[in-house]
């Protein structure tokens, strides 16, 4: 019982404490400018939940955060830091329009095969930073940020030159046919089943993590690297797997909002999902199912700051820097989580007396329960 009491307090009280503190402090800013705490707040709640088309504009927006959140979370669990969601997802959205533009099929064959080819394309543009880091220890950050950029451009170049709309005005490319077209159920908005794709790869997860030999291997690979290769499990292929599955959801994050809300790629159509992904996984402390809850936490505040921002006199700066402290402290408890789990620092937070506790190689819970 005190177990999973312990395990409640560590994944639901902790990340709600941060959140109501940051949104206090958000308050407090709001003040000093002069203005209505309370009505900015009903505001943006309002924004976020008031009405159908409200809901419905939360659930849009919370659908690629939830994916690309989920493919951070997959490589979090292995001990690699993955900020590559973001090229994955490009590369992955311009995959699912080549199939949805250039063939021809039943709906029934045409969307699977679509979403296939953005996972393959997400998950081979990871195996790069994960074949580097796993074989030659570089620089995981480093390098997925770098490739970030190279996808990006890849994709820029390709919207730009060889498949642009002439008849557009902005940088797009002609639309996808419509049997390639992701179904929406809720008209008139444009909520799609990508909300249940989702749902369906955060379970999928959760029962990979939790029930199955390559789960139980990524999560100690993720604990403790040593300890893993000394009870037989082969760390860097290990490790290459996360960052394929964890490549695979960015790209199908890219190929939802190409295949369910714009219809075609559009260039820079992501706000920066991929780093939005980063901030919902460390929330969720990289629990599969969690990560359902902060994402539609994380679409709900996108939401309501926006629409906050068209109905009160809040200026749009200070709107941006009270989310960025609210960002700010919901990441940061969950920063913290990520690297205690970390079996090195561990230790070291334990010397320092900062952790109870006295040394050792820890549970396999990772946090959460098992």
């Not at 949805?100 to 543009?125: D, F, K, N, Q, R």
Request: charged fraction near 10%; proline fraction near 5%; glycine fraction near 10%.
């Amino acid at each position: 019982m005190h177990k999973y009491l312990d395990a409640f307090l560590r994944n639901i009280v902790r990340p709600l404490l941060a959140v109501l503190v940051a949104l206090v402090i958000g308050a407090l800013v709001i003040l000093l400018s002069h203005q209505n705490p309370w009505e900015a707040y009903n505001k943006m709640l309002f924004g976020a939940f008031g009405n159908f088309n409200r809901i419905a504009e939360t659930l849009e927006r919370s659908i690629p955060v939830i994916l690309a959140a989920l493919g951070t979370a997959v490589a979090f669990t292995s001990g690699v830091f993955n900020a590559g969601v973001e090229g994955s997802l490009y590369l992955g959205a311009f995959a699912s329009f080549l199939v949805g533009y250039e063939l021809t099929l039943p709906a029934i064959i045409h969307i699977p095969l679509a979403l296939l080819g953005a996972m393959l394309v997400g998950a081979a543009w990871a195996f790069i930073p994960g074949w580097a880091k796993a074989y030659y220890k570089a620089d995981e950050t480093v390098t997925t940020i770098l490739l970030n950029y190279v996808a990006v451009l890849i994709t820029s170049y390709l919207v730009a030159i060889p498949f642009k709309d002439l008849t557009a005005g902005t940088q797009q490319t002609p639309a996808i046919h419509p049997s390639a077209y992701l179904p929406r159920f809720l008209p008139p908005s444009r909520v799609h089943i990508g909300l249940f794709i989702a749902i369906g790869v955060a379970i999928f997860l959760y029962w990979l993590l939790r029930r199955t030999t390559l789960g139980y291997n990524i999560r100690i690979v993720g604990m403790n690297g040593s300890f893993a290769e000394y009870v037989g499990v082969d760390v860097p292929r290990t490790m290459i797997k996360a960052m394929l599955m964890s490549g695979a959801i960015g790209g199908l994050a890219g190929a939802c909002q190409v295949m369910g809300i714009l219809r075609r790629f559009v260039d820079g159509f992501s706000p920066g999902y991929g780093f939005e992904g980063i901030m919902v996984a460390l929330l969720a402390r990289n629990h599969p199912l969690g990560i359902i809850l902060a994402g539609l936490f994380y679409g709900a505040l996108q939401t309501g700051a926006a629409y906050m921002d068209r109905t009160t006199a809040v200026p749009k700066e200070l709107l941006n820097s009270m989310v960025a402290v609210i960002i700010f402290f919901v990441t940061a408890e969950g920063l913290f989580a990520f690297l205690e789990s970390s079996e090195a620092l561990r230790e070291k937070l334990r010397r320092w007396h900062i952790l109870k506790g006295h040394g050792g190689k820890g549970g396999l819970n990772n946090g959460f329960p098992g």
